[in-house]
């Protein structure tokens, strides 16, 4: 199940094609280090994008519809009745389908600032079935359209940002009356001595080569990390405006919050 049955919650053969991105872009990481300047998502071999998918299917197949999303207040029911959800760094798409599949009557709409993975997300949605009820476009956190959302996720990509409370204030402009940010992202304490243990340590690595470099390489250049643990993100969200802010759920790798203003 962990290595050869990809539609297995415990696959995780995506992470081998993470790590080698890490060795592969070594050399752009440890001049990032030298120069401060970070790397760029788009800036990484192409087995991270791949990677990312693989890794993240198999958790928002077993988690999203069945959990996560059943944990935000009243968020169901308006899915099943017909809602509009933006997914914000929605990369190659994998959690917009997974939604647009569980919720017929929503309309989604999928943003991201890297084209190649929208390209990628657009025609997996056609493979899916669900391209009549997805739109995805290409814009950044801090600037995609404002249609009156019920719910703005964002999965397992604020910690990428340089502005992750410039992000949150413009999702909270584009919120419709009582909308909810639902924000996914690594499982992490508040404290280091907290997260060394074996998923810890591997989301720190992680976090090293690719999650702090991204966010380096943008403006204000935060670097929440990997590891940003429930504080700092509630600290986020605070400062976007948002005055309700709780842990809806969580897995082994995953921290689910819901924030409304």
């Known amino acids: 199940?962990?290595?050869?049955?990809?539609s297995s919650p415990a696959f995780i053969g995506g992470g081998?094609?993470?790590?080698?991105?890490?060795?592969?872009?070594?050399p752009k990481v440890a001049d990032a280090?030298?120069?401060?300047?970070?790397?760029?998502?788009?800036?990484?071999?192409?087995?991270?994008?791949?990677?990312?998918?693989?890794?993240?299917r198999p958790r928002y197949n077993a988690n999203l519809v069945q959990n996560w999303l059943p944990a935000l207040d009243g968020v169901e029911a308006r899915l099943k009745s017909g809602a509009k959800v933006a997914d914000v760094g929605c990369g190659n798409g994998t959690?917009?389908?997974?939604?647009?599949?569980a919720y017929p009557k929503s309309r989604f709409f999928g943003f991201d600032y890297y084209q190649p993975s929208l390209d990628r997300a657009a025609n997996l949605a056609q493979e899916a079935g669900?391209?009549?009820r997805i739109t995805f476009e290409q814009a950044s956190a801090k600037d995609f359209p404002a249609r009156g959302y019920d719910l703005v996720a964002f999965?397992?990509?604020?910690?990428d940002m340089g502005d992750p409370v410039g992000a949150g204030r413009h999702v909270k402009q584009t919120l419709a009356p009582d909308g909810v940010w639902m924000i996914v992202e690594p499982f992490a304490h508040d404290d280091l001595k907290d997260n060394l243990n074996p998923?810890?340590?591997?989301?720190?690595?992680?976090?090293?080569?690719?999650?702090?470099?991204?966010?380096?390489?943008?403006e204000v250049a935060l670097g929440l990390g990997a590891q940003a643990g429930e504080r700092r993100l509630r600290q986020v969200a605070k400062e976007a405006g948002f005055t309700r802010f709780r842990r809806a759920a969580e897995t082994r790798f995953n921290m689910i919050f819901e924030a409304r203003a």
């Open 155 to 159: 999965f397992d990509c604020l910690h």
């Open 1 to 6: 199940m962990a290595f050869a049955e990809e």
């Open 95 to 101: 959690s917009t389908i997974v939604m647009a599949r």
């Open 199 to 218: 998923v810890g340590r591997v989301l720190y690595c992680a976090s090293t080569f690719i999650c702090t470099p991204a966010s380096l390489s943008q």
């Open 33 to 56: 280090f030298r120069t401060g300047q970070g790397v760029g998502w788009h800036e990484h071999s192409k087995c991270l994008f791949a990677g990312n998918e693989r890794f993240s």
């Open 16 to 26: 081998f094609d993470i790590v080698q991105s890490t060795y592969l872009d070594e």
């Open 130 to 132: 669900v391209g009549d």
